[in-house]
């Protein structure tokens, strides 16, 4: 399981660093605005699947995926985002 979402880390990052031309990650890694459109497009989505019972496996995928390359095209760095977790444990 969280070697899939490593993946997902190592993919943003390494696009990010050498980019593929034609690439819809490339496009989410450059363009801010259309990450952060496609990050709340698809949260809106999940909340919808959740609501309706249909879809939920799909578009919470949708939204791991768009989020983590939302968090690379901004600098974000999942360490740190793992960081603050560990800190709210009690």
Request: hydrophobic letters at 40%; glycine letters at 2%.
């Amino acid at each position: 399981m969280l070697n899939t979402l490593e993946s997902l880390f190592k993919l943003a990052r390494d696009r990010k660093n050498k980019p593929v031309e034609g690439s819809y990650t490339n496009k989410l890694l450059a363009d801010k605005s259309f990450s952060k459109e496609k990050v709340l497009e698809e949260i809106n989505e999940l909340i919808e699947a959740v609501d309706e019972n249909t879809n939920i496996m799909h578009e919470a995928a949708d939204v791991f995926y768009h989020l983590i390359m939302y968090l690379e095209a901004n600098d974000v760095k999942i360490e740190e985002v793992m960081e603050e977790l560990n800190k709210r444990k009690k």
